[in-house]
């Protein structure tokens, strides 16, 4: 390895992987439409993404960005109020612009996603079934019309780059469509609701906290079998499996 850049494995699943050589991050994916989706919504996005060094069939080249992530799930926060009302000011700068051609998910759609995940999570006894219903039923209040934005779609906290109180970048735009504002809200948030009040602070606009709180369900219901067939674990200190049991606790009488 003389004279070469270490190869570090980022991140690895059966959909795609990303490795570090250097300061160069190359993201392979399994397909290409998703390659060309990201690509598109990075040059349209009106906040910092990493630059786009080159591309090819399956793979895409991105610049390092400097600073750290904003947080990890399951492991609190350090950063200051004012960083994540800086995060919120971000998304409310992406919800305002145009929107990418790329069309998401249906309220409709997900619903018939939720039944058959809460069907699943049920079958293999990964939760009691009072939690699964508690968060089902919790879930409904997000699934109403919305005025499509220009969504992330997949705005984990390791995902937004800050340095001090400034965001430098956001990564990761495979998921980016047309979506509801608030699932990056909720996204953002899931597992750190006591920052919650910092992002609605710096999005600017008054919004509807149950629909972004209706949301952690959405995405924990729907996460956590996908995150078992790739590896990865929803039972870890702070992830889907504790937001999922947290929110039917707080819903009790």
């Known amino acids: 390895m003389t004279g070469m850049e270490a190869v570090e494995i980022v991140v690895a699943h059966h959909q795609r992987a990303t490795v570090r050589v250097g300061d160069t991050f190359l ?20 906040i910092p993404t990493p ?33 994540w009302a800086a995060a919120g000011s971000a998304l409310r700068t992406l919800h305002d612009a145009p929107l990418p051609p790329r069309l998401g998910r249906t309220p409709e ?4 996603e939720l039944d058959a995940e809460c069907a699943w999570l049920i079958e293999n006894g990964v939760l009691p079934a009072g939690i ?21 779609g997949d705005l ?12 430098v970048g956001v990564i990761d735009w495979s998921e980016a ?11 953002l948030t899931l597992g750190h609701p006591e920052r919650l009040g910092d992002v609605v602070s710096g999005y600017g606009v008054r919004v509807d906290l149950d629909v972004i709180r ?23 200190p702070g992830r889907e499996v504790d937001v999922l049991r947290a929110r039917a606790s707080r819903d009790q009488p």
């Open 214 to 236: 209706a949301w952690w369900s959405v995405r924990s219901l729907r996460g956590v079998r996908w995150l078992i067939d790739h590896g990865f674990d929803p039972t870890a």
């Open 109 to 112: 759609q997900l619903a018939t």
């Open 27 to 46: 993201k392979i994916d399994s397909d290409q439409a998703r390659i060309d989706a990201e690509c598109a919504a990075m040059l349209a996005a009106p």
């Open 132 to 152: 699964i219903a508690c968060n089902r039923r919790i879930a409904e209040v997000a699934l109403r019309p919305w005025t499509p934005a220009f969504t992330h």
């Open 51 to 83: 630059e786009i060094m080159w591309r090819k069939p399956s793979v895409l080249a991105l610049a390092g960005l400097p600073g750290t992530a904003l947080g990890r799930l399951g492991e609190p926060s350090s950063a200051s109020p004012a960083v």
């Open 156 to 167: 984990q906290v390791e995902h937004v780059f800050v340095n001090g109180d400034t965001i």
């Open 177 to 187: 469509a047309q979506g509801d504002p608030m699932y990056d809200l909720a996204t």
